[in-house]
């Protein structure tokens, strides 16, 4: 798949987590396989011009953690044009712009409000062009669906950014009023397909598992996916899907001592980059999701959200090893009964959408994600 000129060795990419998808996460999937395309968290333009701290730390890179999209997100066009040049100055192989939410074509005012609407289409898409113009790395965009179903504006301005020069359009086939909740709207991301003329849309949300992304892209005609959670429920997800798209073959998913080995190398790495103190914090909410299909975890999750040193990691392990081994059978497997339900996208059973606290969504408005 190409996006602009940029060749990626897979039409899978990690989508945006903050907080979750950073560096480390990054170095320990890639080796894993099957990936695309990585991207950072959001970043202001305003505070990677202003070179803030924080800013730099979300833009922590290393040679092997590429190809890497930073995403920026910013209305002042001057500013998200430097931000840019800067983002490609420091080694992005793309720029992705985080649009917010496309603006509702009717407000509630009534009246004027598809005038406003093209308004504000024709300022983002002069933003975003001033963006193409100022770097050679391709620009490309991520967005929702719209403001609400009867609001559903991305293909139109989908369709403008790629006049604007915008080389991928990513859709989260969600609108702002769903939240992370309901279920995803394959018909919406359609209607993106259709509404650009050469640009490779990719679709987003609820892939979960290697027939979750070939349905999501036999039924929408989207030309990859971009995966969020389904990276931690399954880190092998990416390359289990390229696999199960070129041969037809389904692997099946490692077992528990592999899972923890994953865990380990990123708390390893969230160590190396920001400390062990650090680290070890922000390991407290990220352990729980690792956890989420291995059965039975009540001790585990109780210890590890009070993590403080790397040390005290492989004590909680082995003392969850230890309380696990009466939901284990002879040969180490969990019983039938302490299993894991199967993962089920919510666009494949909406009479069972996926469980709300899977991993925990942002609370409040959500016009960024
Ligand atoms: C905790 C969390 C943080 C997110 N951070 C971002 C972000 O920084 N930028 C962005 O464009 N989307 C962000 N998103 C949205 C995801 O990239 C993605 O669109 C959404 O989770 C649906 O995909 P998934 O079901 O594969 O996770 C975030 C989502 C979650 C749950």
């Known amino acids: 798949m190409f996006i602009g000129r940029l060749e990626l060795a897979s039409n899978l990419m990690l989508a945006p987590l903050a907080g979750y998808t950073n560096l480390p996460f990054r170095l320990v999937i890639r080796p894993l396989g099957g990936l695309g395309l990585a991207t950072t968290d959001l970043i202001n333009a305003r505070s990677l011009i202003e070179n803030k701290a924080p800013a730099l730390k979300l833009l922590e890179t290393r040679p092997d953690d590429q190809p890497l999209a930073i995403q920026l997100f910013g209305s002042n066009p001057e500013e998200m044009r430097d931000a840019a040049v800067l983002a490609e100055n420091l080694g992005a192989a793309v720029v992705d712009v985080n649009m917010g939410c496309p603006v509702p074509k009717v407000c509630k005012t009534g009246g004027g409000s598809a005038m406003m609407m093209m308004t504000e289409l024709a300022k983002t898409a002069q933003l ?23 609001n559903l504006t991305a293909p139109e301005l989908a369709r403008a950014l790629e006049d604007a020069g915008v080389a991928a359009i990513t859709i989260h086939g969600r609108t702002r009023a769903q939240g992370f909740g309901g279920t995803v709207n394959l018909a919406g991301i359609r209607a993106v397909v259709a509404g650009v003329r050469h640009i490779p849309v990719i679709g987003n949300g609820d ?31 990416f390359h289990h899907t ?29 160590v190396e980059v920001f400390g062990e103190k650090r680290g070890c914090l922000m390991f407290r909410k990220i352990g729980p999701l690792y956890a989420r299909r291995w059965g039975p975890v009540r001790e585990f999750n109780r210890r590890i959200v009070a993590l403080s040193s790397r040390a005290e990691f492989e004590e909680i392990i082995e003392a969850y090893r230890q309380w696990r081994q009466p939901f284990l059978d002879e040969s180490g497997h969990l019983k039938p009964t302490y299993q894991p339900a199967p993962l089920r996208p919510s666009f494949l059973a909406p ?3 996926m469980p709300a606290a899977a991993i925990p969504v942002p609370r409040g408005p959500v016009e960024f994600w």
């Not at 975003?128 to 009867?150: C, E, F, N, S, Y």
């Not at 349905?215 to 931690?232: E, K, P």
């Not at 041969?247 to 077992?255: C, F, K």
């Open 128 to 150: 975003v062009h001033q963006m193409v113009r100022a770097v050679k790395i391709p620009v490309t965009a991520k967005m929702r669906l719209g403001w609400d179903d009867g």
């Open 207 to 237: 892939v979960t598992t290697p027939e979750s992304a070939r349905v999501m892209m036999d039924q929408t005609g989207c030309a990859g996916v971009s995966i969020g959670r389904g990276a931690f429920y399954s880190p092998w997800i």
């Open 242 to 270: 390229e696999l199960y798209f070129r041969t037809g073959q389904r692997l099946p998913e490692p077992d528990w001592e592999a899972r923890v080995d994953i865990m380990r190398q990123h708390l390893d790495r969230l």
């Open 351 to 353: 009479a069972e959408p």
